[in-house]
T-cell receptor, first 114, second 110 residues
């Protein structure tokens, strides 16, 4: 069974540009979570999608957005990139929002802002 | 929101030694996971353990939900065990995703 897959592995952008990160969940999983791991700030919850809907977001500005597609894959978009957006972005999937199931993580996308 | 504290923050051991990592959390949870993050950033699932005890090879974990703590035991450490160990919890409903502790940075020296 394939795990959670993320693309690209690395992404280099400059300030003001937009970045798109992609995530494919484990087959059968309907919930997708996005997390940011920035240097010195730890792992922070960013967004949660379930059944195609955004269910909740963490304490991040609106320029962080995304969507979930009918096949449950997801995109994270970051607009007007700032230097502080440089981080490892991790995607996780689980069986469902209220199923008390573990989250399984992908290998992440490392976003560097120059 | 829920608070998660891990101890110790750093741990340096010789190969073959045993260790205990602790995770304290401030509220009731319905999900608790232990992860190992390797030097390449990969977050590897170790245990899903909202309560009880589990073992997987040289690793075992215990969560005492009523007292709001969890312990991760590593026996006969190997250099490949080096990395950062995270405890993460989720409150009922999962609306805020997983809340992570700051991690324990483990270095195993040969």
């Amino acid at each position: 069974e394939a795990g959670v897959t993320q693309s690209p592995t690395h992404l280099i952008k400059t300030r003001g540009q937009q970045a798109t990160l992609r995530c494919s969940p484990i087959s059968g999983h309907t919930s997708v979570y996005w997390y940011q791991q920035a240097l010195g700030l730890g792992l922070q919850f960013l967004l949660w999608y379930d059944e195609g809907e955004e269910r909740n977001r963490g304490n991040f500005p609106p320029r962080f957005s995304g969507r979930q597609f009918p096949n449950y894959s997801s995109e994270l978009n970051v607009n007007a990139l700032e230097l502080e957006d440089s981080a490892l972005y991790l995607c996780a999937s689980s069986l469902g929002s209220y199923s008390n199931q573990p989250q399984h993580f992908g290998d992440g996308t490392r976003l560097s802002i120059l | 929101g829920i608070q998660v504290e891990q101890s110790p923050p750093d741990l340096i051991l010789q190969e073959g030694a045993n260790s205990t990592l602790r995770c304290n959390f401030s509220d009731s949870v319905n999900n608790l996971q232990w992860f190992h993050q390797n030097p390449w950033g990969q977050l590897i699932n170790l245990f899903y353990i909202p309560s009880g005890t589990k073992q997987n090879g040289r690793l075992s974990a215990t969560t005492v939900a009523t007292e709001r703590y969890s312990l991760l035991y590593i026996s006969s450490s190997q250099t490949t065990d080096s990395g950062v160990y995270f405890c993460a919890v989720e409150v009922a409903g999962g609306a805020d995703g997983l809340t992570f502790g700051k991690g324990t940075h483990l270095i195993i020296q040969p």
